[in-house]
């Protein structure tokens, strides 16, 4: 069940069991506001998407629910285990680093190509010999520990 803070709007993943049966406070982790959330019946699970028209209603309500939060507000409040649901939003600094390594790569490709070095083969070189001496280090372990047992 998603609740959201009405101070802050962080949303948070709760479990329905931990609300019931009657609601209970519960405080944002992010700015410390804390409110009495009560669970979700399933009529308002249905209604939650539609939006009330009566404002008499919902201003008594609300009412009622502030001086039942603050009679509870008295009680020990106990936070809920729940997960912070938070939006990824794209950084742009991180975007341009990106791009700009790129450029940079394609950049050191075309100098090397253009000038005739063969750092390309020397790099080649350098790592088939690094698993050929790998190999033989294995291979002669693997002798070793076959003499040892038997």
């Given at each position: 069940?998603?609740?959201?803070?009405?101070?802050?709007?962080?949303?948070?993943?709760?479990?329905?069991?931990?609300?019931?049966?009657?609601?209970?406070?519960?405080?944002?982790?992010?700015?410390?506001h804390?409110?009495?959330?009560?669970?979700?019946?399933?009529?308002?699970?249905?209604?939650?998407?539609?939006?009330?028209?009566?404002?008499?209603?919902s201003?008594?309500?609300?009412?009622?629910?502030?001086?039942?939060?603050?009679?509870?507000?008295?009680?020990?409040?106990?936070?809920?285990?729940?997960?912070?649901?938070?939006?990824?939003?794209?950084?742009?600094?991180?975007?341009?680093?990106?791009?700009?390594?790129?450029?940079?790569?394609?950049?050191?490709?075309?100098?090397?190509?253009?000038?005739?070095?063969?750092?390309?083969?020397?790099?080649?070189?350098?790592?088939n010999?690094?698993?050929?001496?790998?190999?033989?280090?294995?291979?002669?372990?693997?002798?070793?520990?076959?003499?040892?047992?038997?």
């Amino acid at each position: 069940m998603f609740i959201q803070c009405s101070d802050c709007d962080y949303k948070y993943i709760v479990n329905s069991a931990d609300l019931k049966p009657d609601g209970r406070m519960v405080e944002c982790a992010n700015c410390n506001h804390r409110w009495y959330q009560e669970p979700l019946k399933a009529q308002e699970f249905l209604s939650s998407s539609i939006p009330n028209v009566s404002s008499e209603d919902s201003s008594t309500n609300e009412q009622n629910k502030k001086n039942d939060a603050k009679d509870i507000l008295d009680k020990e409040i106990k936070n809920l285990p729940s997960t912070v649901v938070r939006e990824k939003k794209v950084s742009l600094l991180n975007t341009f680093l990106v791009i700009f390594l790129l450029v940079f790569l394609f950049f050191l490709f075309w100098v090397f190509k253009s000038y005739g070095s063969n750092i390309f083969v020397l790099v080649s070189f350098y790592i088939n010999e690094f698993f050929f001496n790998l190999r033989l280090i294995i291979d002669d372990l693997a002798k070793i520990i076959y003499q040892i047992l038997n």
